[in-house]
């Protein structure tokens, strides 16, 4: 079995460390420049940052081993906290960027020139740190992109590890939103429009929205239930039909309980006519073997009936 590791925690570090450096200083350039993008981008960091906290609490609380009363063990709370942080982004990131933008609309003040410079650097220096946060999580995920031959955005979609995807998907709004938030602040300067600047609020929480509703769906699928995919379910045939004392295959599921951990079950046929007891020792001996490969938590075998025909995966 693999759980996920130290490298989704340190993916997650990186990212709290640079959003909270971000956070302090948009919230700094935000109160001096009374810029409409540049409070939604300060609420967006502070979302981001808080988030982190989550998937940190999400990565420990998953990793912890089975028990009597868990026998597969604790991973599906790694969807658990990391929908909390999908909402926290949600309604703090979303919302407040949003309603300070239309309120913006209503009626915002023209900063003043010395303060669009404090706001491109603070934008400057965000973009960089953003980057390199996503730099950190885009390389863990293309590394397992390749092992799984993906490319890079479907795996971030389908992986099972909600942490690492959270962390890409919200450094890669961040760096849209500190370009948006960039143009509505220069559309502002060159015009003295600030409805430009408030449109640029309103972009950023719509943005933050989309992004938080997608991560929300994802661990839901997770939560309730997501199997395992196509490419895994024929792997995992192949696998349980090699197995020595296996006829047939008439029935296999898995389904993901956690990052990177897998609950596999599956009818089987197996070779020859067997006394009862014989035939318990032999699927437990089979279930133990398949749990020593990657990813499997646990494997249950059942003797299929005998009127079962065709040897199928579902």
Do not use: C
């Not at 420990?60 to 709370?77: F, K, M, N, T, V």
């Not at 995807?165 to 961040?174: G, H, I, L, N, W």
């Not at 943005?207 to 395992?228: K, S, W």
């Amino acid at each position: 079995m693999v759980k996920a590791g130290g490298e989704s925690t340190v993916t997650v570090l990186v990212a709290f460390g640079a959003n909270f450096a971000v956070a302090v200083a948009k919230t700094a350039a935000a109160a001096v420049s009374g810029s409409a993008s540049m409070l939604a981008e300060a609420a967006h960091s502070w979302a981001d940052t808080g988030n982190e906290v989550f998937l940190l609490i999400a990565n420990r609380r998953s990793a912890r081993p089975a028990d009597d009363r868990h026998p597969l063990g604790y991973g599906r709370e790694a969807y658990v906290w990391s929908l909390l942080a999908a909402i926290g982004l949600f309604v703090v990131g979303a919302s407040v960027s949003i309603w300070h933008g239309v309120s913006e609309l209503i009626g915002g003040e023209q900063p003043e020139g010395r303060e669009y410079a404090l706001a491109y650097a603070v934008l400057a220096i965000s973009f960089v740190l953003e980057g390199i946060s996503l730099f950190q999580a885009g390389r863990q995920l293309r590394t397992e992109a390749h092992r799984l031959d993906r490319d890079l955005l479907t795996h971030a979609l389908e992986t099972s590890d909600p942490t690492t995807r959270a962390v890409f998907a919200e450094d890669s709004a961040a760096l849209i939103g500190i370009i948006i938030a960039m143009a509505g602040i220069a559309m502002h300067e060159l015009t003295g429009v600030a409805a430009w600047d408030a449109v640029g609020s309103i972009l950023v929480g719509v943005l933050l929205g989309v992004v938080a509703v997608l991560l929300i769906d994802r661990n839901r699928r997770f939560l309730t239930g997501e199997p395992g995919s196509a490419d895994l379910q024929e792997a995992a045939m192949a696998r349980v039909q090699q197995l020595p004392d296996v006829a047939a295959v008439r029935y296999l599921r898995l389904e993901f309980i956690g990052p990177k951990q897998l609950f596999l079950v599956a009818s089987v046929d197996l070779v020859g006519d067997r006394a009862e007891s014989s035939v318990a020792k032999t699927l437990g001996r089979l279930e133990h073997e398949l749990e020593t490969a990657p990813y499997v938590v646990e494997a249950v075998l059942t003797v299929s009936e005998a009127d079962d025909e065709g040897t199928h995966a579902r």
